[in-house]
C-alpha cells in the first residue's frame, strides 16, 4: 500500500512542483537510498528484479528510494528533474506468477534512468508495460503478492497519472493538484487510453463499460485496501491548501494517521493510514520509507527522504543531484548500524511508553526538521555550489545517525 501527491507550480506557496509519496511495505523490508550515477553503457543488457531487459546507451543520475533487496524503487528523481512514484492497484487480470516480467518498481526505475521529462517517462513506462508486462511478484517474504501498478509522474512543469492493468493502460493530465493511492481512479476522464483482451475474468456486463476504472477494478480487494480513504485525505489537504502548499505541509500529510496522534498507537492502526503501521492480515504493510521533493525550474531541487520506517516519528534528508552520495549505508535483510535498522529499533522503544514519548520526540524532530529546510532555503539563495549542497547532505545524515544513537542510549538506560 502507498500513497502519492502533486502540487503543481501553480498550487504551491512557492511556484515549484511540490511532489510526495509514502512507501509502505512488508514491516522488516528494509528501504534503501540509492544515488546511482549517470553511466554510459558498453552492455547490452541489463538485469532487473526477475527478468533482463535490453539496455540504453546512456542512463541518468538518479536519487532513488527502494526496498533494499529489489533492482527497482519505489520512488526517486533524476538529474532532468523527473519524479515519479507508484502504487499498488487490484484487477481483474490474471497474472503469470512464474515472474516473466518487470515489477512496477522496475518500470519506475528505467523511466528515472531513461527519461528527460514527465511526457517521455510516462511513454518509457508504456513501451515497456507493452513489452515485457508486469507478471512479477512484488512482494519480499510473501511470494504470493502480486499487483498492477499507477504511477504519478512528475517534472518540474508538469505531471501525469498513469493507471494500468496488465498490458492496458490511461493516463490523463494533472492540471493543479492530484494524488494517487491503491485504487484505480481514472474513469472516460483520460487523456489517452490503450486496452488489451488479455486473461480478464470479468462478466460481460462489466466489459461494456467505458471507464478504466470501472472495466478493470477488483472490488474486493480494494475495498479492504481502504485506498479510497487515504486518496479522499490527500485530496482534500491539497484542495484546501491551494497555494500554500509547500514541504513543511506535505511532510504533515504524509505523517497522518487514521486516528488523531492523541488517541493513535500503532496497535490501533489500520490500512486507511497514510504514516501506516502494520497490525496484521487485513492491514500487513508498514511505511518503510518517504519522500517529498520540491522540483525547481532553474537551479537545484531539493530531494527530501527520510531513509527511515514511519515519517510520524521520522525526519527527512536532504538530497541534491550533482554529487556522489558515498556516505550513504544499505541496509540488510537483518538488525544492523544502518540508518533504517537503528530507526526502528528507536521506535520499537518510544512505541512501548507511546503517550509519554511520542510529542518530546515529534518536538526535537520537528526542530531538526524546520532548521534542515530553513538552511535548505538559505544555501539555494546563495547559489550555493553542488559540493556545498552535498556536505550539508553529509552532515544531515551524520546527525541524524548521531540522534538516534543517543535516544535509543537514553532509552535503554531508563
Known amino acids: 500500500m502507498c500513497d502519492s501527491l502533486v502540487a503543481l507550480a501553480n ?19 528494509a528501504h534503501e537510498i540509492l544515488w546511482v550515477p549517470a553511466q554510459k553503457h558498453s552492455s ?17 543520475e538518479c536519487i532513488l528510494s527502494k526496498p533494499f533487496q529489489m533492482w527497482g524503487a519505489e520512488m526517486g528523481v533524476n538529474e532532468n528533474n523527473v519524479c515519479i512514484g507508484n502504487e499498488a492497484v487490484f484487477t481483474n487480470v ?25 511526457e517521455e517517462a510516462r511513454e518509457i513506462i508504456i513501451s515497456l508495460l507493452q513489452q515485457f508486462g508486469q507478471n512479477a511478484c ?14 504519478l509522474i512528475a517534472d518540474s512543469e508538469n505531471a501525469f497519472i498513469l493507471e494500468t492493468s496488465g498490458k492496458s493502460w490511461a493516463w490523463k493530465k494533472v492540471t493543479s493538484t492530484a494524488s494517487i493511492s491503491n485504487i484505480l481512479t481514472i474513469e472516460e476522464d483520460y487523456d489517452q487510453i490503450y486496452l488489451t483482451d488479455e486473461n480478464q475474468t470479468f462478466s460481460s456486463l462489466f466489459a461494456q463499460k467505458s471507464g478504466f476504472k470501472s472495466r478493470f477494478s477488483d472490488i474486493l480487494i480494494t475495498y479492504f485496501g481502504k485506498g479510497d480513504k487515504r486518496r479522499a485525505c490527500t485530496s482534500n489537504f491539497l484542495q484546501e491548501n491551494q497555494g500554500a502548499i509547500d514541504v513543511h505541509s506535505v511532510i504533515e500529510i504524509l505523517r497522518t494517521h ?8 500503532p496497535k490501533k492502526a489500520n490500512s486507511g493510514s497514510i504514516c501506516m503501521h502494520a497490525t496484521g ?96 532555503q538559505e544555501l539555494l539563495a546563495a547559489n550555493s555550489n553542488k559540493s556545498i549542497l552535498n556536505s550539508f547532505s553529509e552532515d544531515c545524515y551524520k546527525e541524524y545517525q548521531a540522534w538516534i544513537a543517543d535516544k535509543l542510549t537514553q532509552l535503554s538506560n531508563q
Open 94 to 118: 490474471k497474472f503469470d506468477k512464474s515472474n516473466p516480467g518487470l515489477t512496477g518498481m522496475d518500470l519506475l526505475r528505467l523511466a528515472l534512468e531513461r527519461g528527460k521529462s514527465a
Open 258 to 265: 487514521n486516528l488523531p496522534d492523541t488517541e493513535f498507537h
Open 281 to 376: 492480515l487485513t492491514n500487513p504493510s508498514d511505511t518503510t520509507g518517504s519522500m517529498v521533493a520540491e522540483l525547481r525550474k532553474e537551479g537545484f531541487s531539493s530531494i527530501w527522504l527520510s531513509g527511515t520506517p514511519h515519517p510520524c516519528l521520522s525526519i527527512y534528508l536532504p538530497f541534491y543531484l550533482g554529487t556522489s552520495k558515498s556516505f550513504l549505508v544499505a541496509p540488510t535483510c537483518n538488525p544492523d548500524k544502518s540508518l533504517w535498522w537503528k530507526a526502528k529499533e528507536l521506535h520499537s522503544f518510544i512505541d512501548q511508553n507511546r503517550q509519554n514519548l511520542f510529542f518530546q520526540i515529534r518536538e526535537e524532530l520537528n526542530t531538526i526538521q524546520n532548521r534542515w529546510i530553513q538552511q535548505d
Open 11 to 29: 498550487a504551491s506557496k512557492n511556484g515549484n512542483l511540490i511532489f510526495g509519496k509514502n512507501s509502505d511495505r512488508e514491516p522488516l523490508e
Open 44 to 60: 547490452q543488457t541489463i538485469k532487473c528484479t526477475f527478468i533482463e531487459i535490453p539496455q540504453v546507451e546512456e542512463t541518468y
Open 138 to 151: 512484488g512482494g519480499y517474504q510473501n511470494k504470493s503478492f502480486y499487483y498492477h501498478n499507477s504511477f
